[in-house]
């Protein structure tokens, strides 16, 4: 995973590209979902979720929850719990199972000690002041209250920004372009247990390594062009490079016979 510069993570905190552009809607994450049918091992993390919950009953409130792949999950298995979605984004929510908020995980609209489980998935590097943030989702755990995190590691699917440096140098006519943007870094697996420990008393920290073996560029394409909310940020032109990355990967399968990728992934389990 690369590094980002300081405007780069800037851009990935701001909260007007997050809500009208780079989850205005669901494609984009579904895009960056989707490459992981053919990662194995599989790992069902809405299922992971749903167990590490065994225990708990009352209110579970999903910051950032996207297009509700946990959320709607949990409705499912767990109907019991009261499952709160919520987003800083309106758009995103449109097809998460009710009841859900409009809301900054900055500033929940939750008294303290009200909720009994918060999930922070993917999300976490998202957020302007991430300590800030972690003491927020804290402050309404009720004792005894769990916080589910997730991030990727900084080594997480380092192919494709090979390959991004590898298009982007090519559009410039140069060895290496610039670096694509990453996402997790400033929240990354690395440093996800440092900041978490800055508020709760027990991390525990499950490690998900996985193989890509992908054999059709279509799903690479869409990853990357999926980051086109941060396309100013890239150092170069976006849409060709996304083009040139396709014409590599189709490249390498045609080769090799897949275009392999590395994953690494992690969930965080809080106690208070």
């Given at each position: 995973m690369t590094s980002n510069t300081a405007q780069q993570d800037a851009a990935v905190a701001d909260k007007t590209i997050l809500a009208n552009s780079a989850y205005a809607d669901?494609?984009?994450?579904?895009?960056?979902?989707?490459?992981?049918r053919w990662q194995q091992p599989q790992y069902d993390l809405p299922g992971i979720v749903v167990e590490e919950l065994a225990g708990t009953g009352g209110i579970v409130?999903?910051?950032?929850c996207g297009n509700g792949k946990f959320v709607n999950r949990l409705h499912k298995n767990r109907p019991d719990l009261q499952v709160v979605g919520m987003d800083i984004s309106a758009g995103i929510l449109t097809d998460v199972e009710k009841p859900v908020l409009v809301a900054d995980a900055q500033a929940l609209p939750f008294a303290d000690?009200?909720?009994?489980a918060v999930l922070a998935l993917h999300m976490l590097y998202h957020v302007s002041d991430i300590e800030a943030t972690i003491k927020e989702l804290a402050r309404v755990l009720r004792s005894g209250g769990v916080l589910i995190a997730s991030t990727n590691s900084d080594t997480d699917k380092r192919e494709l920004d090979q390959l991004w440096a590898k298009a982007a140098g090519d559009v410039l006519g140069i060895p290496e372009g610039p670096a694509r943007v990453s996402l997790s870094s400033r929240f990354s697996l690395e440093k996800a247990r440092g900041y978490l420990g800055t508020a709760f008393k027990d991390v525990q920290?499950?490690?998900?390594?996985?193989?890509?073996?992908?054999t059709d560029p279509a799903p690479i394409v869409a990853h990357l062009a999926s980051y086109e909310a941060w396309a100013a940020q890239c150092g170069v032109p976006f849409?060709?490079?996304?083009?040139r990355a396709a014409e590599i990967a189709a490249a390498t399968i045609d080769a090799r016979g897949f275009f392999k990728i590395t994953c690494l992934g992690g969930i965080l389990v809080c106690q208070l």
């Open positions: 669901g494609r984009h994450l579904a895009a960056r979902q989707f490459i992981y409130l999903d910051v950032g000690n009200t909720v009994d920290v499950r490690e998900l390594p996985g193989i890509i073996e992908i849409h060709e490079t996304v083009s």
